[in-house]
């Protein structure tokens, strides 16, 4: 009895334990996966405004005429320094383009294939298997010719950058403002205050009109950036609309079971008094 009785006087303790922790787990969850925690608050660049993305959302869509212009914007600016090295040109048909169009894209351009016969590196063109690699052979190079920092690869940078596509998209439009009173901005540097520290060595990637959209659209720089960071979502969640249509008719059916559910217990139930 006196034992039994110890541990029912344990008993509230141990649930009152129980509480705090389900209490700081609430607490510390949340905030860990929301960019990594408290440390993820303190940012080095300016927090970007919020865009209105198509993507975005339980039922977001890419908009497809913008995922393609936007692959013209990668393929004429942003492949001059960036690889995007988990895609392939085959996955480029994603984006709606035939076969011939992906194998002609591909073969303008030309990959690593061993050595030669003297012994010499060797390339071949580019088939609908490989993947669209730096431009660079090795981070040395890269980061030689791009004022010792390695270009990041662009494969998944939409869901990995800080700030996500936000960032991305206030990044590319941001160059050309006058910096704080007190910046001082090294030469070789620009300002940009969604740069880290607000400097960056990338000269500013986007004109207006530096490019031609096959569809007519006026190439200004912010449509550049819209498109090209609309290619960079597509391009790190390819399969996004195929999860969201997933998603829904998962919850429809739970909604439908769920009813059925309340009228099979209601039913049950109605002759019980």
């Known amino acids: 009895m006196h034992e039994r009785g110890h541990q029912q006087g344990n008993a509230p303790s141990a649930r009152n334990l129980l509480r705090r922790g389900m209490l700081l ?9 929301v960019g990594g925690g408290a440390m993820a608050q303190a940012h080095d660049y300016r927090e970007p405004p919020r865009q209105d993305w198509s993507f975005t959302g339980p039922l977001g869509h890419f908009d497809m005429a913008s995922v393609q212009r936007g692959y013209t914007v990668y393929a004429q600016v942003c492949s001059a320094c960036h690889g995007m090295k988990s895609v392939t ?3 480029l048909a994603g ?7 992906i194998n002609a894209i591909a073969g303008a351009h030309r990959v690593p294939a061993g050595v030669d016969a003297s012994g010499h590196p060797a390339t071949r063109p580019a088939n609908m298997d490989d993947h669209l690699l730096s431009p660079y052979p090795d981070t040395h190079a890269a980061a030689a010719a791009n004022h010792g920092v390695v270009p990041p690869d ?17 990044f590319l439009t941001g160059y050309g403002q006058t910096p704080p009173p007190g910046t001082v901005v ?8 969604y740069a880290a520290n607000g ?5 500013p990637p986007l004109y207006d009109g530096a490019i031609t959209y096959p569809d007519g659209t006026p190439a ?3 449509q550049q950036a819209r498109d090209v960071t609309t290619f960079l979502a597509w391009a790190a969640s390819p399969h996004l609309v195929e999860r969201h249509r997933t998603g829904v008719g998962a919850a429809v059916f739970l909604l439908i079971l769920l009813i059925l559910s309340i009228c099979l217990k209601r039913r049950t139930w109605s002759n019980v008094h």
């Open 186 to 193: 090294p030469p070789g540097l620009f300002y940009n205050p």
């Open 89 to 91: 040109y085959g996955d």
């Open 220 to 222: 200004t720089v912010a």
């Open 25 to 33: 787990a609430c607490l510390v969850i949340p905030t860990s996966m």
């Open 154 to 170: 662009q494969s998944r940078l939409a869901v990995v950058h800080p700030g996500g596509v936000d960032r991305i998209y206030a």
């Open 95 to 101: 984006l709606g383009l035939k076969e011939a169009d």
């Open 199 to 203: 400097q960056i060595a990338m000269p």
